[in-house]
């Protein structure tokens, strides 16, 4: 009998007879068995949101192991033997949950709930290797955990929505030197009222999870014997193979059997995470049953790591005597390589990961190895097994050999100590040591600049440098002996040793000219492939990091004499040695600090002020109640879309897309393939019902096709889709699809805005959505002292990165009728588009949204045509079809935010007073309108936050050949908001004045605001604005705080920083919305709303109006109903009219609908309720509902809730203060703190607010700091996945975040006095950006004494997004050298220049 693969999955047996061998844990979890806690966030190892428990039980040893793996990488096959713990394994509602699901909910660390299963898994893994930890015991109640382990267990985890904030607090309310006062806002204890206490948290308690069973236990403990036979863990049936020795796998390779087949050798498999699958391997070869790959030998010339061992276990041994009293040199060096292993991808990748597999893809795939860098560096040796030889190569060799075919294995790498690598070495050197000379000290250093500081990013260019350098005791020379500078990741073919620039240095004593020289050869030797962006960035890198580790060796550089006139200190201070002066041995240094993407230490903890007034008037509403749902969706069981399961005969769909701009279509072919036979069918344009139309899309009487016929307008256009039996199996059919196009006879596309007006290629604004104009331009202009003239701002485009990419399951039903599951932000527009496409009533439509995994606005009118799609396909071929987009897709044809392209005119006095602007705006909207056209107004309406006197403008809204471009939140106002901050900055600069007092010149008085918003500035009291801003500038001292950001700047030379602060103006439309309320016979509530629940909190708000407002029977409110109220499903023929969720009003009008429900219940029940009262005295909720339904009180009310035309249309109010630091040799930025205050009016549930703020801030730190949004020359999306589109994470946010949710009292006109909190927010992100343009401009200050880099410093354009480059090449990318020029002539010239 062939064997069978056994494992547990919480708790439960799984023997698994067949299964394909690439079947990933993932598939396997969510199609095989009811557990839905792992989800699919972007199926490449970068999201987190897969994370499971995998343990392994040592039957020998009686051990379990237990770590996290993304269930999306790993294998099935390979996980036989082994217990999976998914967070519905770690608590449930039925068992309990677990106290770190239930603190994520109590700390409000949930909003949308698709990241969060992952997110506790990520933190289960931690506590419990803490835990397992020889640490003292931690007093009760907590984890052996510190909290900066804690918050670094979800560094890798990526969350959308919450800003990352409450996470860490739940996170670090295990931690045993946490201080508990410290943690945020949650529901454990009223902050400032009630003591912070253990005791009032859910109970952690180590012991309480069981994660490997008894019954797998017992049945290995049974195998003992045979286990060690390999044979028995090799599955054939499954054509998984598993061999126990190097000879077994070569008479496997070398069988008729796998002549013909493909096959893949597998580690950890998560190389399927950089190089995607695009076709079946037929066999697969599990290269860990060979015990020599799985070795870790330490010896006296240093550690032998078999190559199939885990990255995380390799730290583990790396780490081994770091914590002793007394290391010994090889220990500090390996201890360095561990901390620079340490930031490889996340720990859930790194502990399936291999050695052997990453330098394998660094060899044969050019991949751009961290690994590689640094044991090039140590000079370490790997040992090849080809089938007839065995070779020991030193890496170099390895790197530099032709690619390795599938038949050469790698089997272990040496790591040498460094007195073997060296001592050979520096005794070639002895005659450039004197008899002054102390002994050789060695340094090792390595260096990594990459995007996210802790990891989860691949590098610019890393580096490692090992030199052995002896010191002149009385001059203070340092002299090189020996030197192994090794680079990697910079767009070469692979991890070089820099050997002309070692080469020069060996032997040389460190000077600023030697050390000038060699950055000079340096340059020469790192050339990026011509493809690599951000090249010269790159290189300039190299050269910094040369310079980081050789600056402090360099005797001129760290002894500032004054007569060099030049300030050393930062050189001094990035290393460590603030006097000047580099003191102690070999370990001091190699104890240097390296991290250069984080310029704080790694070890700083976020820390956060919350400040909330809360307020009892409308009791439970205004009650910072935690989030409906939220344990369910920490335990995974909360249902999005995908969680439903497939019913009978389900099919697969995935989006066939153009690759082209503007081209014909002249078919679409699919290769065969292993595969095909699973490919059911192709649905394009012709496959539209009789009576139905091609269309995708039905909102404000335009419509856009669903497939392209014969034309294709985009790149990402929808082509048709490929159905398959699953989903793996449709996209991959997708991707290999063949498009034929022709051009011929068709005009070069429309890329670009100015393409556009070329072209005049526009779409229309309607006069309702055209903005207007204030005052008079050119008079404003004749009084101006001073003009800027057609300035320019470029703005890209922004993803929305919802972790719930779209989804749909379509399901016909009887009588021409269909069911339909979006996860949409508006199933009533997908029901009116489904219909019209199927040629059917809109009644035979049903779309029901239960929960969004994050929208941002990509889920309102883009999800409409996936959703039209899958019905398309399911009501064809009368099967149920879903369709999860992978991610790439998703990003490609979703589209985002609107580039812009701005150029301005402007007036102003010599005092920064604007007196007139003018702007011309150019709106990318892509190829259809979409929501396009409420953009010009949006971006008008934020741009108006300032008095510009007179304001006029012309606005251009282009069509063009790019993916259509939607309302991603905020959407319109975060680019105008921008353009009058870099308006404001401009005028500044111009004027050399400081931005602050500009800003204060230019706000608005009530009276000018009344001009700029005349319908919806409401009343003198309401304009809150100005009492924020002095708010702001006082709690957080912008004045001191910016002496002591100069007097930083004075003393530092390649660390500046800078500090601005944004007010916002937001203007929002309450929309009309419905709401029905019914009470059953228990007296249990449902309600139902037209808002759907994104995360955004809307279901927790409704609940509370709704208790509140029934409540109002009782005049004293003693009805406490909240836990009576449920919100279900958005179902659009149960409720219809539901509209958009968007604009941040969804959830006040849905409150205000649902109070009007309530209102019509509460009059009904009145006269039943006095009439008990009279008989009765007083009378309970159940009661009186009892007595209702006897009565046949009709106990259902439903509400449409139109806002009134004037007081519909409101301003919000905020501002926010950041401060930052750049490290200026890598444009790495730091947000060290940002102080915010919003005006939340009375807040609905301040919890939620604070939630919501927080997300967006962290949203617009993406759009402002880290997402770069690229295209190809078709237009096409090419960051098209978590290795190039970088969200924020954990590790960008503010160091110190402080938040001020200000209550700003009575609003008539507003639902109980609330006002939006969902979008205004993210437009205060622009503080980050702009104080790190005030940090640039120090800077550029800095080094204009030398050169200047690229004009004036001071009038200098910060693009949007960012970057690392960008900000590095404001500051110069040449500025090392430019200093070390300087440097030598004045020494020279002063004649201090001896050698
Ligand atoms: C999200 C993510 C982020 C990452 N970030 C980084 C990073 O920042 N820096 C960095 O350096 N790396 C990074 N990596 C790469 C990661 O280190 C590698 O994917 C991993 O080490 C590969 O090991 P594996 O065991 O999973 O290999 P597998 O995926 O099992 O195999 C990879 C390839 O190597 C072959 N192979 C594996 N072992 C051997 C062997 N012993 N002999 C011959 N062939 C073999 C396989 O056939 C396959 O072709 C990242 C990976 C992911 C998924
Ligand atoms: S889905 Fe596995 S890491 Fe994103
Ligand atoms: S709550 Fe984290 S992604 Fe939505």
Known sequence: MEPKLLFAINGKRFEVAKVHPSTTLLEFLRTQTPFTGAKLGCGEGGCGACVVILSTYDPVSDQVEEFSVSSCLTLLCSINFCSVTTSEGLGNSKDGFHSIQQRFAGFHASQCGFCTPGMCMSLFAALTNADKSSRPEPPDGFSKIRKSEAEKAVAGNLCRCTGYRPIADACKSFAVDVDLEDLGLNTFWKKGVEDADINRLPRYCRSAISTFPDFLKSEIKSLLGSLENSKDVSFPECHWYRPSGIEELYKLLNSNEFDESRVKLVVGNTGSGVYKEKELYDRYIDLKGIPELSMIKRGDSGIVFGAAVPISRAIGELNKGKERMFQSKESLIFAKIAEHMDKVATPFVRNMASLGGNLIMAQRNQFASDVATILLATGSTVCLQMPSKRLTLSLEEFLQGPPCDDRSILLSIHIPCWSSTMESCSEANQHTISASTSEPSILFETYRAAPRPLGNAVSYLNSAFLANVSMDKNSGDSVILDLNLAYGAYGGEHAIRAREVENFLIGKVLTASILLEATKILRKTIIPKEDIPHSNYRSSLAVGFLFKFLGPLTKELHVPEKNLHVDTSGVFELTGHPNGKIIGNADTLVHRESNCTLTSSLDDILSSRQSIQFSKDYYPVGEPIKKVGAEIQASGEARYVDDIPSPKDCLYGAFVYSTRAL???????????????????????????????????????????????????????????????????????????????????????????????????????????????????????????????????????????????????????????ILVYSSSQCPEVAQKTIAKCLGIPFHNVRVITRRVGGGFGGKALRSVPVATACALAAFKLRRPVKMYLDRQTDIVMMGGRHPMKINYDVGFKSDGKITALHVDILINAGI??????????????????????????????????????????????????????????????????????????????????????????????????????????????????????????????????????????????????????????????????????????????????????LGQLWDDGSQNLLDKARVVQADTLSLIQGGITSGS?????????????????????????????????????????????????????????????????????????SE???????????????????????????????????GAFVQGIGFFMCEEYVVNGDGLAVSDGTWTYKIPSLDIVPKEFNIKVLKSGFHEKRVLSSKASGEPPLLLAASVHSATSEAIKAARLEFLAIDKPDGSPSFFKLEVPAIMPVVKELCGLDNVEKYLENIVTVCSSSGSLTR
């Open 663 to 817: 081209a014909h279509i002249k078919g679409v072919q699919f290769n065969s393939t292993p595969s095909s036979p699973k490919v059911i069918a192709y649905i394009g344009a012709g496959d539209i019902p009789k009576g139905g139309q091609n269309i995708g899309l039905d909102v404000l009487n335009l419509t856009e096709v669903l497939f392209a016929n014969s034309l294709t307008e985009c790149a990402g256009q929808a082509l048709g889709i490929v159905i398959a039996e699953t989903q793996k199996l449709a996209n991959m059919a997708a991707k290999q699809a063949r498009v034929k196009y022709s051009t011929e006879n068709l005009e070069p596309p429309i890329l670009s805005v100015e393409d556009a007006v070329k072209r005049s290629s526009f779409f229309e604004i309607p006069p309702f959505f055209r903005p207007q104009k204030v005052g008079d331009f050119s008079k404003g202009m004749a009084e101006a002292d001073q003009k800027i003239h057609a300035a320019e701002v470029k703005l890209s485009s922004q993803y929305y990165f919802y972790m719930e990419t779209q989804s749909v399951l379509a399901i016909p039903e009887e009588d021409n009728c």
């Open 928 to 1109: 259809t309108s979409d929501l396009s056209p409420i953009i010009p107004l949006n971006t008008v309406t934020a741009l108006k936050k300032y008095n510009w006197s007179a304001l006029s403008f012309d606005i251009k809204l282009c069509k063009t050949n790019i993916s259509t471009k939607s309302a991603m939140r905020g959407p319109g106002e975060v680019q105008g908001s921008y353009i009058a901050e870099a308006i404001i900055q401009d005028v500044a600069s111009f004027l050399s004045k400081d931005i602050h007092s500009v800003k204060m010149k230019n706000l608005h008085t009530y009276d000018s605001l009344k001009l700029f918003y005349p319908v919806s500035a409401g009343d003198v009291p309401e304009y809150t604005l100005p009492s924020i801003v002095d708010d702001l500038t006082s709690s957080a001292r912008y004045s001191e705080r910016l002496e002591t950001v100069q007097r930083f700047n004075g003393f530092n030379k390649w660390r500046k920083r800078g500090i601005s602060w944004v007010p916002v103006i937001y203007q929002v439309t309450q929309m009309p919305t419905p709401g029905k309320v019914s009470i059953l016979g228990d007296g249990s509530i449902v309600i139902e709303v037209g808002g759907i629940e994104l995360g955004q909190g809307l279901w927790t708000k409704v609940k509370q109006m709704a208790a509140f407002a």
């Open 1145 to 1217: 009003t969804t959830s006040e009008s849905s409150c205000a609908a649902v109070r009007e429900s309530c209102k019509i219940l509460a009059d009904r029940l009145k006269p039943v309720k006095e009439h008990l009262e009279a008989q009765m005295g007083s009378v309970s909720w159940d009661n009186l509902i009892v007595q209702a339904t006897r009565q046949s009180v009709n106990l259902s009310a439903h509400a449409y809730w139109v806002p009134e035309r004037t007081s519909g249309i409101y301003l919000n109010y905020g501002a926010a203060m």
């Open 1220 to 1254: 930052v630091e750049i490290d200026v040799l890598t444009g790495a930025t730091t947000i060290m703190r940002t102080d915010l205050i919003y005006d939340c009016g009375q807040s609905l549930n301040p919890a939620v607010d604070l939630g919501q703020i927080e």
